[in-house]
């Protein structure tokens, strides 16, 4: 069994900065790829990023909306997936999932995540 929960959400305005964490517990590491993925009201969850296992290489993956904004990262050590996003905007306004993935090949497809956190609410204003 696998446990995901996240940290981090909450209000800021825009221009400003937040970092979100995904404490995993669990046999993670069988399916290494982490990714997250944000939900705003009335709208589809949607891709943000992924990051693959160490062995991997770490290598990210970023939903065009994001790149250059977002960064994320993990320590195995901490079984944690983090995400650091700067130059916020009202349009990032959204719950956050942390999850584990698929292939990096197939990181954007939510349907192939087969664990998913609770969700932290990020509000940016304007």
């Known amino acids: 069994q696998v446990q995901l929960v996240e940290s981090g959400g909450g209000l800021v305005q825009s221009g400003g900065s937040l970092t979100l964490s995904c404490a995993a517990s669990?046999?993670?590491?069988?399916?290494?790829?982490m990714g997250w993925f944000r939900q705003a009201p009335g709208k589809e969850r949607e891709f943000v990023a992924a990051?693959?296992?160490?062995?991997?290489?770490?290598?990210?993956r970023y939903a065009d909306s994001v790149k250059g904004r977002f960064t994320v990262s993990r320590d195995n050590a901490k079984n944690t997936v983090y995400l650091q996003m700067s130059s916020l905007k009202p349009e990032d306004t959204a719950v956050y999932y942390c999850?584990?993935?698929?292939?990096?090949?197939?990181?954007?497809?939510?349907?192939?995540?087969?664990?998913w956190g609770q969700g932290t609410q990020v509000t940016v204003s304007s």
């Open positions: 990051v693959s296992g160490a062995w991997s290489g770490g290598s990210t």
């Open positions: 669990g046999r993670i590491f069988s399916r290494p790829v």
């Open positions: 999850a584990r993935g698929p292939i990096m090949s197939a990181v954007d497809k939510a349907a192939l995540y087969d664990y």
